[in-house]
C-alpha cells in the first residue's frame, strides 16, 4: 500500500476534521433553531417520560409515524438534561463519532493498516459534514440507527463463519428498524449476500431475524395497540420521481466524485466475500435511496447509506491500489486520479456554501441565541393551545404538543377533508391562543389554505429569522 499518500490523505482530514467538527460541537449545546424534527422528537421522548400516548388515532392533530426506540433512548438522556432538544444533539454527534470509529474499525480488519482506518475515520467525517453539516448534530434518530447496523457489518466482516456473530448481527438490524425504519438498504444488502454466497448460517440469519421482528411488532402492539401500526405505515405523503431525480443532483456535488471508485474498484478488487457485500449495499443504498428521497418531508439523509457504501468502497480501492502489482508508470497514474479524489472535500470548501455558511454562524450564535429567547419568552405569555412550525420553540417555552405542521399539512393536501374543515374551524373560532408559521420555508409545510385562514384571522405581533408569529384578532 502506497503509505505516503494515505498518510498525506490522513493529515489533510485530520485538520479538516477538527475543523469542520467545531460547528457540531458548538450547535450541541446551543439554543437555536436547527431542524424542524427536534422538537417534535423531544415532544414525543418527553411523552415516554410522561406515560402518555406515543401513538395516537387518526383523528389527532398530533402524528408519530416513527418507531419508539429512539424516543425511549432519549427519554433515558433525560438524566443528564432536561432540555432533550439539547440532549438529543448530543445523542445524535456522539453516534456519528462512533460510526466513524466503526468505519475506522472495519477497515482496519479488513487491511490491517493503521494508515487507512485513521483514514477511513477522518474521511468519513469530512466527507458527512460537507453533504450536510447540520445533520451531524441533531436531535433524530439517524445516527443512532446507522450505529446499530454498522456494528452488526463490523460483526459480519470480522467473524463471518461465526454463528454467534451472524445471529447477533441479525438482532442489532432488526433493532436499528425500530430506532429508524427508513434504513432499510443495509439489512436488505445482507440478506442478499448471505443468499447469494450460500452463506452456512443463512438460514439462521433469517430464522432469527424473522423471530425477532416478530417479537417487536407484537410487543408494540401489546403496548401501543392498533394506532402503532396504523401511525406507523397508515401516514402517506405526497411522492414524485421527478423531486427525487432533482434532490439527488442537488446533492451529488460529493456522491458523484465518490463514485468514480467504484469501477476501479471493479477492476482491482478480488471480489471475496466482503467485496461482495460491499457492493451489494451499495446497490442497494442507491436504488433505495433513490426512490425515498422523492418523498415529501424525505432529504438527503436518505442517501447517508450510499455515502457508507461509497466510502466503504473508496478505502477499499486504496488499499488495493497500494498492492497491485503492476508497471509503475500505470499505477502513479491511478495514484494520481485517487489523489485528486481525495484533495476534493478540501477543494470543495472553496465553493460550498452551505458548509462555508454555516461555519460563519459560529461566531453570531450568541446572537441567535437571544433571538431564540425572545420568541420563547413570548410564547411563554400565551395559555395553551399554541402552534409552533418550530416545535423546538414551543417545546422550550414549555407548551403542548398541539398541532404537527407536516404530517397533518400532508394529510389536507392529500384530499383529507374532516382534519382540513377541524383545523379551520378552530382557527376561525380562534381557539389557538397563538401561531408561530415560517411563511418563507421551502418547506410549505401548511396548505396555502390554512396559511390564509391564519392571515384572515389573526394578527402579526413578531417576526424574526424564525418566522411570524400571529395573535387572534381582537
Not at 9 to 16: C, H, K, Q, R, S
Not at 137 to 149: A, C, K, R
Request: with cysteine.
Amino acid at each position: 500500500m502506497n503509505r505516503p499518500v494515505i498518510a498525506t490523505g490522513a493529515a489533510i482530514f485530520l485538520v479538516l476534521t477538527v475543523f469542520f467538527l467545531s460547528y457540531p460541537v458548538t450547535l450541541s449545546t446551543a439554543r437555536v433553531f436547527n431542524n424542524y424534527n427536534e422538537g417534535w422528537n423531544a415532544y414525543h421522548a418527553q411523552s415516554v417520560i410522561d406515560g402518555d400516548d406515543l401513538y395516537h388515532g387518526r383523528d389527532a392533530l398530533v402524528v408519530n409515524n416513527y418507531p419508539p426506540l429512539y424516543f425511549m433512548l432519549l427519554a433515558g438522556s433525560s438524566i443528564f438534561s432536561n432540555d432533550l432538544v439539547l440532549s438529543g444533539r448530543v445523542l445524535s454527534l456522539s453516534a456519528f463519532i462512533i460510526c466513524a470509529l466503526l468505519i475506522a474499525l472495519i477497515i482496519f480488519s479488513l487491511y490491517r493498516s493503521l494508515f487507512l482506518a485513521v483514514f477511513a475515520f477522518c474521511f468519513f467525517i469530512c466527507y458527512f459534514i460537507l453533504h450536510d453539516i447540520d445533520y451531524i448534530s441533531i436531535n433524530d434518530p439517524q445516527w443512532t440507527g446507522h450505529l446499530v447496523q454498522l456494528l452488526a457489518l463490523f460483526l459480519i466482516i470480522k467473524q463471518p463463519d461465526s454463528r454467534t456473530a451472524i445471529a447477533v448481527s441479525s438482532f442489532l438490524l432488526v433493532i436499528s428498524g425500530f430506532i429508524k425504519h427508513i434504513l432499510v438498504p443495509l439489512p436488505l444488502a445482507v440478506f442478499l449476500y448471505l443468499v447469494a454466497s450460500k452463506h452456512r448460517f443463512w438460514k439462521e440469519w433469517l430464522i432469527i431475524s424473522i423471530f425477532c421482528l416478530g417479537i417487536a411488532f407484537a410487543l408494540c402492539f401489546f403496548i401501543y395497540g392498533s394506532d402503532f401500526f396504523t401511525s406507523l405505515f397508515g401516514n402517506p405523503r405526497n411522492y414524485s420521481l421527478k423531486h427525487a431525480y432533482w434532490k439527488f443532483l442537488y446533492w451529488s456535488d460529493l456522491i458523484v466524485p465518490l463514485m468514480l471508485f467504484v469501477p476501479v474498484f471493479l477492476f482491482v478488487c478480488k471480489y471475496s466475500r466482503t467485496d461482495k457485500l460491499l457492493l451489494l449495499y451499495l446497490v442497494c443504498s442507491l436504488v433505495i435511496g433513490g426512490l425515498f428521497i422523492g418523498g415529501k418531508g424525505v432529504v438527503h439523509n436518505a442517501l447517508f447509506d450510499l455515502l457508507i457504501a461509497l466510502i466503504l468502497i473508496a478505502c477499499s480501492t486504496l488499499f488495493y491500489i497500494g498492492n497491485m502489482s503492476v508497471k509503475f508508470l500505470y499505477k502513479s497514474l491511478i495514484t494520481g486520479l485517487l489523489i485528486a479524489y481525495i484533495l476534493y472535500p478540501a477543494v470543495s470548501l472553496s465553493y460550498n456554501l452551505r458548509v462555508v455558511k454555516k461555519l460563519s454562524l459560529l461566531h453570531v450564535l450568541p446572537v441567535y441565541e437571544d433571538i431564540t429567547a425572545h420568541t420563547v419568552a413570548i410564547i411563554e405569555k400565551y395559555d395553551d393551545p399554541v402552534a409552533c412550525e418550530n416545535l423546538a420553540l414551543c417545546y422550550w417555552a414549555g407548551k403542548e404538543f398541539f398541532l404537527d405542521y407536516f404530517n397533518i399539512g400532508e394529510r389536507i393536501r392529500l384530499d383529507d377533508r374532516g382534519q382540513r374543515d377541524l383545523l379551520i374551524s378552530m382557527i376561525s373560532n380562534k381557539e389557538l391562543k397563538l401561531i408561530h408559521i415560517e411563511p418563507d420555508s421551502t418547506e410549505k409545510r401548511l396548505p396555502d389554505i390554512i396559511v390564509s385562514a391564519i392571515e384572515d384571522n389573526y394578527y402579526l405581533i413578531d417576526k424574526n429569522v424564525y418566522g411570524h408569529i400571529y395573535a387572534p384578532t381582537p
